[in-house]
């Protein structure tokens, strides 16, 4: 498992060093991405973090809502 600080300039950017460090095994094929990362992408009102494995090429994300009405 890859040991990173939680640096960053935004809170977006904290979460996926949280992410980076706690959650790169792959759950399809148990492979551990030590040199992984997980992507961010936001769109106003919601945040998605997605990891593709290097060894079978399975996709996670990781969608939060910023609130709203």
Same mark, same amino acid.
């Given at each position: ?26 759950p399809e094929c148990g492979h551990e991405d030590e040199d992984g =990362?997980? %992507?961010?992408?936001?769109? !106003? *009102? ?13 996709? =996670?994300? %990781?969608?939060?809502?910023? !609130? *709203?009405?």
């Amino acid at each position: 498992m890859s040991h990173r600080n939680d640096v960053g300039s935004t809170p977006f950017d904290r979460m996926a060093s949280h992410m980076d460090r706690e959650d790169l095994d792959c759950p399809e094929c148990g492979h551990e991405d030590e040199d992984g =990362r997980w %992507r961010v992408q936001t769109s !106003g *009102g919601r945040v998605r973090y997605t990891h593709v494995c290097p060894s079978c090429g399975a996709i =996670r994300k %990781r969608t939060y809502d910023l !609130g *709203g009405e």
